[in-house]
């Protein structure tokens, strides 16, 4: 059996890879279970150095590797590049803090001395998604290896250079060997990854479904998951928003990466006094973004991930106009061959409850705009779905629209003025149908992580 990488924008194989059996991936954890026995006496200063110096090659190869997410999955040279530069981040922010995040944190009780001390439980798996073939892997293994665990990787199939490509960065940073490695091989392989008694947890940045597949074989193991799962970001326009503005912001937060991110805006609800004019200005922008070849330096919009996806994103977009709503930019495929993956970006206005594009994620460079009343009306609008991962409120009033996103969204992140986004620094993820857990930031830290409580009396 193989797996093999195809090029969206040409359609053309990039590589094929031999797929690991069921006795390869027994022995790749066991290599990695003997790994990280060495690897867990390490101490903090060790690790950081690590780290620091995994960041480094990052930046060193930031042009092969934005080259080689341009091939396997179509991401826009410059939004590659800047993907690996923010991998290089991540792993400095853990170098330079993590030995904080897990200092032992002495609490006053009747003993001499008690404590909670934050130590390594071993192999963490990883199952990760193709959008972000590399900052969604950093942003499990920076925190994960500065707590002195160890991690396999269960990659999508199409970015499998990618994943040999980060195997390759933790090996030339020094750490012990084998301490990361990556399984080729298809999901029906997993369940049997997750039973094995050496992992320890589970991460995965997926589909709801798929959360919930991988969070009852995990649940039937007793291993704790993270799961960052689907978004139908909703990006609130008030009345007083600075239109122009929110409108330009708007653009990219729904096109970045192709539109094809969990924390891409999704829902742009939008106040009536200030629809027309949003409207018109978001169309502008949207319409003015360079779609072609991703290896070319002034491409905005690159093809999707693969020609399937594209076309699944085409019949959701036909099935919302058969609801009712109106297209009023794209909704075509552009190759008549259907062998280039791309897809026209295209906005969808007068989506209302009951369209696809209002219940449900679309995953593509695909708008949904809705009308909303006022401002409690499009609270309502926003906070009426099972997901919960980011959203943003456009506002001159801060005071107002700082409220609403503390108190008043529901999502595990919500931002004022500007496009949703992670930050090395910030606990990320969501609630609902979006998961549970948190990435990054402390928090990340002490996910994966036994949080021992010491006595001495």
């Given at each position: 059996?193989?797996?093999?990488?195809?090029?969206?924008?040409?359609?053309?194989?990039?590589?094929?890879?031999?797929?690991?059996?069921?006795?390869?991936?027994?022995?790749?954890?066991?290599?990695?279970?003997?790994?990280?026995?060495?690897?867990?006496?390490?101490?903090?200063?060790?690790?950081?150095?690590?780290?620091?110096?995994?960041?480094?090659?990052?930046?060193?190869?930031?042009?092969?590797?934005?080259?080689?997410?341009?091939?396997?999955?179509?991401?826009?040279?410059?939004?590659?590049?800047?993907?690996?530069?923010?991998?290089?981040?991540?792993?400095?922010?853990?170098?330079?803090?993590?030995?904080?995040?897990?200092?032992?944190?002495?609490?006053?009780?009747?003993?001499?001395?008690?404590?909670?001390?934050?130590?390594?439980?071993?192999?963490?798996?990883?199952?990760?998604?193709?959008?972000?073939?590399?900052?969604?892997?950093?942003?499990?293994?920076?925190?994960?290896?500065?707590?002195?665990?160890?991690?396999?990787?269960?990659?999508?199939?199409?970015?499998?250079?990618?994943?040999?490509?980060?195997?390759?960065?933790?090996?030339?940073?020094?750490?012990?060997?084998?301490?990361?490695?990556?399984?080729?091989?298809?999901?029906?392989?997993?369940?049997?990854?997750?039973?094995?008694?050496?992992?320890?947890?589970?991460?995965?940045?997926?589909?709801?479904?798929?959360?919930?597949?991988?969070?009852?074989?995990?649940?039937?193991?007793?291993?704790?998951?993270?799961?960052?799962?689907?978004?139908?970001?909703?990006?609130?326009?008030?009345?007083?928003?600075?239109?122009?503005?929110?409108?330009?912001?708007?653009?990219?937060?729904?096109?970045?990466?192709?539109?094809?991110?969990?924390?891409?805006?999704?829902?742009?609800?939008?106040v009536k006094e200030v629809e027309e004019e949003f409207?018109?200005?978001?169309?502008?922008?949207?319409?003015h973004k360079q779609t072609g070849d991703p290896l070319?330096?002034?491409?905005?919009?690159?093809?999707?991930?693969?020609?399937?996806?594209?076309?699944?994103?085409?019949?959701?977009?036909?099935?919302?106009?058969?609801?009712?709503?109106?297209?009023?930019?794209?909704?075509?495929?552009?190759?008549?061959?259907?062998?280039?993956?791309?897809?026209?970006?295209?906005?969808?206005?007068?989506?209302?409850?009951?369209?696809?594009?209002?219940?449900?994620?679309?995953?593509?460079?695909?708008?949904?705009?809705?009308?909303?009343?006022?401002?409690?009306?499009?609270?309502?609008?926003?906070?009426?779905?099972?997901?919960?991962?980011?959203?943003?409120?456009?506002?001159?009033?801060?005071?107002?629209?700082?409220?609403?996103?503390?108190?008043?969204?529901?999502?595990?992140?919500?931002?004022?003025?500007?496009?949703?986004?992670?930050?090395?620094?910030?606990?990320?993820?969501?609630?609902?149908?979006?998961?549970?857990?948190?990435?990054?930031?402390?928090?990340?830290?002490?996910?994966?992580?036994?949080?021992?409580?010491?006595?001495?009396?």
């Amino acid at each position: 059996m193989s797996i093999q990488s195809i090029n969206p924008f040409n359609g053309e194989l990039i590589k094929e890879y031999k797929e690991d059996t069921d006795e390869a991936i027994a022995e790749k954890i066991e290599s990695v279970q003997q790994a990280w026995m060495v690897y867990r006496e390490t101490d903090d200063t060790a690790r950081a150095a690590l780290l620091l110096k995994a960041a480094d090659l990052l930046e060193e190869r930031k042009d092969q590797l934005a080259n080689l997410m341009a091939l396997e999955m179509g991401k826009p040279l410059k939004q590659g590049i800047a993907e690996v530069l923010k991998c290089a981040a991540v792993c400095k922010y853990y170098a330079e803090n993590g030995a904080g995040f897990l200092a032992d944190q002495f609490i006053e009780t009747a003993a001499s001395k008690s404590y909670v001390s934050f130590r390594p439980i071993g192999i963490v798996l990883a199952i990760m998604p193709w959008n972000f073939p590399l900052w969604q892997v950093f942003r499990f293994l920076a925190p994960a290896l500065m707590a002195g665990n160890a991690g396999i990787l269960k990659h999508s199939s199409g970015v499998t250079g990618c994943a040999l490509a980060i195997e390759d960065i933790i090996r030339d940073a020094g750490f012990q060997q084998d301490v990361f490695k990556v399984l080729i091989c298809n999901s029906k392989a997993i369940a049997a990854v997750i039973e094995n008694p050496l992992v320890k947890a589970v991460t995965l940045t997926g589909s709801t479904n798929a959360g919930k597949t991988i969070a009852g074989q995990a649940g039937k193991a007793l291993k704790k998951t993270v799961l960052e799962l689907g978004g139908s970001d909703p990006y609130l326009i008030l009345a007083d928003a600075d239109v122009p503005a929110a409108a330009k912001v708007c653009a990219e937060a729904r096109l970045i990466n192709n539109g094809q991110s969990c924390i891409a805006a999704k829902r742009f609800i939008v106040v009536k006094e200030v629809e027309e004019e949003f409207t018109r200005l978001f169309k502008y922008h949207i319409e003015h973004k360079q779609t072609g070849d991703p290896l070319k330096n002034d491409t905005d919009l690159g093809p999707m991930a693969r020609a399937d996806l594209r076309d699944e994103l085409h019949q959701q977009v036909l099935k919302c106009i058969g609801q009712g709503a109106t297209c009023i930019l794209g909704g075509k495929i552009p190759f008549a061959d259907g062998e280039h993956a791309f897809y026209q970006p295209t906005i969808l206005s007068g989506v209302k409850k009951g369209m696809l594009a209002y219940d449900e994620e679309i995953f593509g460079p695909v708008a949904a705009i809705i009308s909303a009343e006022d401002t409690n009306d499009a609270i309502r609008i926003a906070n009426d779905t099972g997901f919960g991962l980011g959203a943003a409120v456009f506002s001159k009033d801060l005071s107002l629209a700082e409220d609403i996103a503390r108190n008043r969204l529901h999502a595990g992140s919500c931002f004022v003025n500007e496009g949703v986004k992670s930050d090395p620094a910030l606990p990320f993820g969501g609630i609902g149908q979006s998961g549970y857990g948190r990435e990054l930031g402390m928090f990340g830290n002490h996910e994966f992580v036994n949080i021992k409580t010491v006595y001495v009396k």
